[in-house]
């Protein structure tokens, strides 16, 4: 229930800021940018929320610093770590596929791995910041910036059939 006042707050932004700033750039550009904008909303859903319910009580427990050791779950065969390390890489591919799209040119692999990098390490910064429960973990920064790679790659791959369908969506 304490989520809905996220999304509340994400679609005000998006109607009232986002949403005609990318109108009149084009119908490819809002659709881009608007996809773009519906699969880091539900990144933060996964990841962080609830954050403005959360905000008055971040310094109400203690901070757990990020575990350092890659793939110690995997090691010692804690938890569901095959699982964890399924998701993190599929919740990063769409960013890795739709971010060479909003930026309209074609970055470089190491341009990609670098914001899937920054995206994953403020997601592992936050969560223990807005949530004592949860914690972070250099494995997942790993897995999310495979993610990305994987995603780009994809990108590389359908780029001239995503050109195709955004230049229909931009002529329709």
Same mark, same amino acid.
Do not use: C
């Given at each position: 229930?304490?989520? $809905?006042?996220?999304?509340?707050?994400? %679609? !005000?932004?998006?109607? +009232?800021? &986002?949403?005609?700033?990318?109108?009149? *750039?084009? #119908?490819?550009?809002?659709?881009?940018?608007?996809?773009?904008?519906?699969?880091?909303?539900?990144?933060?859903?996964?990841?962080?929320?609830?954050?403005?319910?959360?905000?008055?009580?971040?310094?109400?427990?203690?901070?757990?610093?990020?575990?350092?050791?890659?793939?110690?779950?995997?090691?010692?065969?804690?938890?569901?770590?095959?699982?964890? $390390?399924?998701?993190?890489?599929?919740? %990063? !591919?769409?960013?890795? +596929?739709? &971010?060479?799209?909003?930026?309209?040119? *074609?970055? #470089?692999?190491?341009?990609?791995?670098?914001?899937?990098?920054?995206?994953?390490?403020?997601?592992?910064?936050?969560?223990?910041?807005?949530?004592?429960?949860?914690?972070?973990?250099?494995?997942?920064?790993?897995?999310?910036?495979?993610?990305?790679?994987?995603?780009?790659?994809?990108?590389?791959?359908?780029?001239?059939?995503?050109?195709?369908?955004?230049?229909?969506?931009?002529?329709?």
């Amino acid at each position: 229930m304490k989520v $809905i006042v996220d999304f509340i707050i994400l %679609t !005000i932004l998006y109607l +009232f800021i &986002f949403y005609k700033k990318w109108k009149v *750039k084009g #119908k490819d550009v809002l659709f881009v940018n608007t996809t773009m904008y519906i699969y880091l909303s539900f990144v933060l859903y996964f990841t962080l929320m609830p954050i403005i319910t959360s905000l008055p009580f971040i310094f109400n427990h203690p901070y757990t610093p990020m575990n350092l050791v890659p793939f110690i779950d995997v090691t010692f065969g804690r938890a569901d770590f095959i699982r964890q $390390i399924i998701l993190n890489v599929v919740m %990063t !591919i769409p960013f890795g +596929f739709l &971010f060479p799209l909003i930026k309209n040119k *074609k970055p #470089k692999l190491l341009k990609i791995v670098f914001y899937t990098f920054l995206l994953s390490l403020s997601i592992e910064i936050l969560q223990p910041l807005i949530d004592g429960g949860r914690s972070s973990d250099i494995t997942d920064l790993i897995t999310n910036v495979l993610g990305g790679m994987i995603g780009y790659i994809m990108y590389l791959i359908f780029k001239p059939l995503t050109i195709k369908i955004l230049n229909y969506i931009k002529n329709k």
